[in-house]
C-alpha cells in the first residue's frame, strides 16, 4: 500500500490531516496518473529538449528553449524566470554541455512553484469556502468531491448552490451532498444567489458544522454581473460571519491554457483568492500554465484533479508536477 497522503493542514498547526491510502492500480496510482495526464505536455518539452543537443554556450539553444516553455503555455514571466536561473546555473559551472538538462529544468521550475504550495485551512469553526469560476471547468463537481473528502477526514459539512440560474448543478450538487452525508442549502431558479449563501452559512452555524462550500454561477457572457455578484455573495457571506469567507478557491479547467491566466485575472479583480484548483490535468498539452498562474498571480495552486474520481482529487505538489511535466518518474 502506498503512503497515506495528507490532504487538508492549516498553514502552522495541523488543523486537519485526512489519511488517503492510494491503492495500486494498473496505471500505477495518483502519481503515475498525473504522468499521463502531462503525458502531452511532457512530449512538447522533453521532444523540444532532446532535439536542441544543449550547449550553454550556444545563444540558439537558449531560444530553442524558451520556446519549447512557451509552446507548453508556461507564460513569457514565468518563462524568463526559468532562463534567467538556469543561465545562472549555468555560470556557475552547474549545467555543463551535455548535462541532464530535463531533470535540470525539473528543479528550477519546482523551486518556482514551491512558494505557490499551500495547504486548506479549516480551523475557523465553521469554515467558509467560497469555490468561484466559470462553468465547464468542474467547479461543482469539484465541491462535491471536496465535501466527500472533508467528510473523510471527519469534518461537518454544509453545501449551499449558490448558482441558482442552472437547475442541473444544483440537482448534481445534492446528489453529492447526500454522498457526502452533508446538509444541502439549495434554492429556487432566479433566487438570490447571496440568500442561498447567507442560508448556507447560517445553516452551520445554527447547526454546529464545520465547513461550509459555497457553489457559485460561472456565467463569463455576463462578466460584469457575475463579478458584481461574487462581490455581493462575499459581503453578505461576511455580515453572517465575522472573518468568512476564510478561502476562496478559483477552479480552472487546465485545458484552456493561457485563457485560464486571463480568467484568473479576472476572478482575482473581482475577490481575493487563496487558492487555486487546477481540473483536467489528464487531457491537456497545456501543463505550464500552472507556473504561469503562479508566477504572475502569486496564487498557490492547493489542488489538482486528474480524472474522474474522487481520489483524483489531490494536493499540488511542486516537485511532483514539475517531474510529471518533463516526464520524469515522479516517485
Given at each position: 500500500?502506498?503512503?497515506?497522503?495528507?490532504?487538508?493542514?492549516?498553514?502552522?498547526?495541523?488543523?486537519?490531516?485526512?489519511?488517503?491510502?492510494?491503492?495500486?492500480?494498473?496505471?500505477?496510482?495518483?502519481?503515475?496518473?498525473?504522468?499521463?495526464?502531462?503525458?502531452?505536455?511532457?512530449?512538447?518539452?522533453?521532444?523540444?529538449?532532446?532535439?536542441?543537443?544543449?550547449?550553454?554556450?550556444?545563444?540558439?539553444?537558449?531560444?530553442?528553449?524558451?520556446?519549447?516553455?512557451?509552446?507548453a503555455d508556461c507564460?513569457?514571466?514565468?518563462?524568463?524566470?526559468?532562463?534567467?536561473?538556469?543561465?545562472?546555473?549555468?555560470?556557475?559551472?552547474?549545467?555543463?554541455?551535455?548535462?541532464?538538462?530535463?531533470?535540470?529544468?525539473?528543479?528550477?521550475?519546482?523551486?518556482?512553484?514551491?512558494?505557490?504550495?499551500?495547504?486548506?485551512?479549516?480551523?475557523?469553526?465553521?469554515?467558509?469556502?467560497?469555490?468561484?469560476?466559470?462553468?465547464?471547468?468542474?467547479?461543482?463537481?469539484?465541491?462535491?468531491?471536496?465535501?466527500?473528502?472533508?467528510?473523510?477526514?471527519?469534518?461537518?459539512?454544509?453545501?449551499?448552490?449558490?448558482?441558482?440560474?442552472?437547475?442541473?448543478?444544483?440537482?448534481?450538487?445534492?446528489?453529492?451532498?447526500?454522498?457526502?452525508?452533508?446538509?444541502?442549502?439549495?434554492?429556487?431558479?432566479?433566487?438570490?444567489?447571496?440568500?442561498?449563501?447567507?442560508?448556507?452559512?447560517?445553516?452551520?452555524?445554527?447547526?454546529?458544522?464545520?465547513?461550509?462550500?459555497?457553489?457559485?454561477?460561472?456565467?463569463l457572457q455576463t462578466?460584469?454581473?457575475?463579478?458584481?455578484?461574487?462581490?455581493?455573495?462575499?459581503?453578505?457571506?461576511?455580515?453572517?460571519?465575522?472573518?468568512?469567507?476564510?478561502?476562496?478557491?478559483?477552479?480552472?479547467?487546465?485545458?484552456?491554457?493561457?485563457?485560464?491566466?486571463?480568467?484568473?485575472?479576472?476572478?482575482?479583480?473581482?475577490?481575493?483568492?487563496?487558492?487555486?484548483?487546477?481540473?483536467?490535468?489528464?487531457?491537456?498539452?497545456?501543463?505550464?500554465?500552472?507556473l504561469a498562474i503562479?508566477?504572475?498571480?502569486?496564487?498557490?495552486?492547493?489542488?489538482?484533479?486528474?480524472?474522474?474520481?474522487?481520489?483524483?482529487?489531490?494536493?499540488?505538489?511542486?516537485?511532483?508536477?514539475?517531474?510529471?511535466?518533463?516526464?520524469?518518474?515522479?516517485?
Amino acid at each position: 500500500m502506498a503512503d497515506p497522503q495528507r490532504m487538508f493542514s492549516g498553514l502552522g498547526d495541523v488543523v486537519v490531516v485526512e489519511e488517503v491510502p492510494v491503492a495500486p492500480s494498473p496505471s500505477g496510482g495518483f502519481l503515475r496518473k498525473l504522468v499521463d495526464g502531462l503525458a502531452k505536455s511532457s512530449r512538447a518539452l522533453t521532444g523540444q529538449i532532446q532535439a536542441i543537443a544543449f550547449d550553454p554556450a550556444d545563444a540558439a539553444a537558449w531560444e530553442r528553449l524558451e520556446e519549447a516553455l512557451l509552446l507548453a503555455d508556461c507564460g513569457v514571466p514565468a518563462t524568463v524566470e526559468i532562463i534567467g536561473r538556469l543561465e545562472r546555473r549555468a555560470a556557475a559551472g552547474g549545467l555543463p554541455a551535455g548535462g541532464d538538462l530535463a531533470a535540470a529544468l525539473a528543479e528550477e521550475i519546482a523551486e518556482l512553484l514551491s512558494g505557490a504550495e499551500a495547504k486548506i485551512d479549516v480551523a475557523a469553526s465553521p469554515t467558509v469556502i467560497l469555490m468561484v469560476g466559470v462553468n465547464g471547468t468542474g467547479k461543482t463537481t469539484t465541491v462535491g468531491k471536496l465535501a466527500e473528502h472533508l467528510r473523510r477526514a471527519g469534518k461537518t459539512v454544509v453545501v449551499a448552490a449558490a448558482d441558482t440560474f442552472r437547475a442541473a448543478a444544483d440537482e448534481q450538487l445534492e446528489a453529492w451532498a447526500k454522498r457526502a452525508g452533508a446538509d444541502f442549502v439549495g434554492s429556487s431558479h432566479g433566487q438570490d444567489p447571496a440568500a442561498v449563501a447567507y442560508d448556507g452559512v447560517d445553516a452551520a452555524v445554527a447547526r454546529g458544522r464545520d465547513v461550509v462550500l459555497v457553489d457559485t454561477a460561472g456565467r463569463l457572457q455576463t462578466q460584469v454581473g457575475l463579478m458584481d455578484e461574487l462581490a455581493k455573495i462575499r459581503r453578505v457571506i461576511a455580515q453572517r460571519l465575522d472573518g468568512a469567507p476564510h478561502e476562496t478557491l478559483l477552479v480552472l479547467d487546465a485545458t484552456t491554457g493561457q485563457n485560464g491566466l486571463v480568467q484568473a485575472r479576472l476572478f482575482s479583480e473581482a475577490t481575493p483568492l487563496s487558492g487555486i484548483v487546477l481540473t483536467k490535468l489528464d487531457g491537456t498539452a497545456k501543463g505550464g500554465i500552472a507556473l504561469a498562474i503562479a508566477h504572475e498571480l502569486g496564487v498557490p495552486i492547493k489542488l489538482i484533479g486528474v480524472g474522474e474520481t474522487l481520489d483524483d482529487l489531490r494536493p499540488f505538489a511542486a516537485d511532483s508536477f514539475a517531474r510529471a511535466l518533463l516526464g520524469l518518474d515522479a516517485s
